[in-house]
């Protein structure tokens, strides 16, 4: 679990850096007290190896997917195509894009998923639902950080589509939870 963890929060961290542009933060040129390389230094201590690290094996990938209208549908598709991937649960504020989404998965032969449906804060229960081991988030971007981060509190792997988080504040919260 402490290397899943670490591997996490070194890619979201170095993934985060590169796509927003702010690799200059973390270099030797050091800038005054307040801008970036003040407020955001990463943790001298913190090292980490790929070399030797590996996942532990799960022989079923148990998926809930959150936020299932315009990209999420397309990903539903896409997974059903996948073997070894069940897919456990939808997440959406709409019953018409959750009904959309349990077609894909009638049409494809597989069994109906768990629904969560209402308002904006429903993919915190998809995030605790047990039957779950990755959750799949195809939200609006500002949905990103907080799904992922449910998602991570409750023992369970994180995917985002295109960039996790918007600000540097939002990747040292992703690296603290992961």
């Known amino acids: 679990m402490s290397d899943r963890r670490e591997f996490l929060k070194t890619s979201l961290l170095g993934a985060g850096v590169l796509s927003t542009g702010f690799l200059g933060a973390f270099t030797a040129n ?6 970036l390389i003040g407020k955001y230094q990463p943790d001298k201590e913190r090292q980490f190896n790929m070399c030797g690290y590996a996942a532990p094996k ?3 990938v148990r ?5 299932i209208g315009d990209r999420g549908a397309s990903a539903i598709e896409r997974m059903t195509f996948i073997e070894g991937v069940e897919i456990t649960a939808l997440c959406d504020i709409r019953q018409a894009t959750i009904d959309g989404a349990q077609k894909i998965l009638s049409d494809a032969g597989l069994p109906k998923a768990k629904e969560f ?45 295109v960039s996790v988080a918007k600000t540097l504040d939002e990747c040292w919260q992703i690296v603290e939870t992961s």
């Open 30 to 35: 050091t800038k005054a007290e307040g801008t």
């Open 63 to 67: 998926i809930g997917f959150v936020g």
């Open 117 to 161: 449906v209402g308002d904006e804060q429903e993919f915190r229960k998809l995030c605790d639902y047990k039957k779950i081991d990755l959750v799949y988030v195809a939200t609006p971007w500002e949905f990103h950080v907080p799904v992922a981060l449910a998602a991570m509190e409750n023992d369970k792997h994180a995917a985002v589509e």
């Open 58 to 60: 799960l022989e079923k």
